[in-house]
């Protein structure tokens, strides 16, 4: 499966949001260049985070995105499900009755389709896998890592 980079974004930002600790907003031009990423498009991904209730968005020159709900109450499957959508990642287009299966009796289908099944029995893995993992826990293996990360990263917002 593959996401699109702007799940990564979402959760570097919230992570970013977090370290910088203020409570203020920060706009979308200041946090687009902590990363060097398109401000319009980061903006896009920033506003489904506050459509998800993850961020809020305060409108003017002085406005910009802050986080909303602590790191503990976020989960990495909220992100996705705010960048992503909530849809299942494989849909199933029930192939099996076209070709060979096209003149077979509508009886051979009465059983979902085995596909389908494994499919759906992965994803769903992976959801709880993303559920179970909250922007906290990140954080915390971040700061094990790279304990000077978070300094690092409020003395550049100071300085740019």
């Given at each position: 499966m593959r996401m699109n980079e702007g799940v990564e974004w979402a959760v570097h930002v919230c992570l970013l949001l977090d370290w910088l600790g203020t409570g203020e907003p920060v706009s979308t031009t200041r946090l687009a260049a902590g990363y060097d990423l398109p401000p319009p498009y980061l903006n896009k991904q920033l506003q489904a985070l506050a459509r998800a209730g993850i961020l809020a968005s305060t409108p003017g020159a002085r406005g910009g995105f802050r986080l909303v709900r602590p790191?503990?109450?976020?989960?990495?499957?909220?992100?996705?499900?705010?960048?992503?959508?909530?849809?299942?990642?494989?849909?199933?287009?029930?192939?099996?009755r076209r070709g060979l299966g096209e003149n077979q009796p509508e009886s051979a289908f009465t059983r979902p389709c085995t596909v389908r099944t494994a499919m759906r029995t992965a994803e769903f893995a992976w959801r709880r896998a993303l559920a179970a993992q909250t922007l906290a826990d990140i954080r915390e293996r971040t700061d094990r890592t790279s304990p000077t990360l978070g300094e690092r990263i409020r003395d550049w917002y100071e300085l740019n």
């Open positions: 790191l503990e109450k976020i989960t990495l499957m909220d992100v996705v499900t705010a960048i992503e959508g909530p849809d299942e990642a494989f849909q199933c287009a029930e192939i099996r």
